[in-house]
């Protein structure tokens, strides 16, 4: 097997949003995107106090893309206009497909707000074909317990969607997408095959990892060259999501809260949206 090397590292830079400590490495200066990877914002990791406000994104809409939420730390609850509604709790994941268009809300349950704790969490978003874009919009929320934690001598695989060593995850992605989040100790070392042709995303949450003897600090995403393998060392306590996706060979538009194939398609998302066509999300009060 031939193995991937970096290319390039990047930042992320802070972008908070009031009081919500948010850290952007995609896109970002050098990166606008990884292939069908478009988007990632790592939200905390902070403390909220008591009687906190929680997390801002009340209803908003989406349009020929995909979200995937990570929960590290704290709880999430989800609504939306297909009509989900959720409370997602640390070490779990939301997978939302938008398709051709969904309201929602991400927000702290009240018991969080009331309360307070900590808080951590990455949000990305995944680009659609053009042959996707208009797909019924679905959601899947994973508690910890229905996600496989594959360990690994010092590491443990925590498997979303894909196959890695003969586990599948329990989401099926409709363009074949592997996705995983890592959890490893200082020498753990993690290898990922399959990836011939691919776009392979990884990103240092927690800790710094090391590539083919580089280093990805934490916050930090890196670019992988061309290779059918990848090994990924922890170089401390560390937490990585990784994934790769088939390349998506089509213009990519993205306004705002819609990600289309030309500018037509974008002013045709907003009048929908504005004409009631997503219908109307909720905000959880729970």
């Known amino acids: 097997m031939t193995g991937r090397t970096i290319l390039s ?29 478009l988007f990632l914002n790592h939200h905390g990791p902070q403390t909220y106090g008591p009687d906190n406000r929680g997390l801002p994104f009340g ?23 297909a009509g989900h509604e959720s409370v997602i709790r640390a070490g ?15 927000v702290s349950p009240a018991a969080f707000k009331r309360e307070g704790g900590r808080m951590e969490i990455l949000q990305l978003w995944l680009n659609l074909p053009a042959r996707l874009k208009m797909t019924a919009p679905r959601y899947v929320g994973l508690q910890a317990e229905g996600i496989p934690a594959i360990a ?18 329990p989401i099926e992605s409709l363009t074949g997408v592997f ?3 890592v959890e490893a100790q200082p020498g753990a070392a993690v290898t990922f095959d399959g990836l011939n042709g691919r776009d392979v995303f990884l990103y240092a949450a927690r800790g710094s990892i090391e590539v083919a003897g580089r280093q990805v600090p934490q916050f930090h995403l890196a670019q ?10 922890a170089s401390e306590p560390a937490l990585f ?5 088939d390349p998506i060979d089509e213009a990519v538009v993205a306004h705002g809260p819609f990600v289309m194939n030309s500018m037509e398609e974008i002013r045709q998302a907003y009048a929908d949206y504005q004409a009631g066509r997503f219908g109307v999300a909720e905000i959880v009060q729970g």
């Open 9 to 37: 590292v990047h930042p992320a830079y802070r972008d908070d949003i009031g009081d919500l400590v948010t850290r952007r490495p995609l896109p970002g200066p050098g990166v606008d995107h990884v292939g069908a990877f």
């Open 59 to 81: 209803p908003h809409p989406h349009r020929g893309f995909e979200t995937m939420t990570f929960i590290l730390d704290g709880e999430l609850a989800h609504t939306d206009s």
């Open 179 to 181: 996705l995983s989040w």
């Open 241 to 245: 999501l990784f994934g790769h996706a």
């Open 152 to 169: 690994d001598d010092d590491a443990t695989v925590h498997l979303i969607s894909g196959e890695w060593q003969g586990h599948a995850g």
């Open 92 to 106: 779990g994941v939301q997978w939302m497909t938008a398709g051709r268009g969904i309201v929602h809300a991400e």
């Open 224 to 233: 992988l060259g061309a290779g059918d393998s990848v090994t990924i060392t």
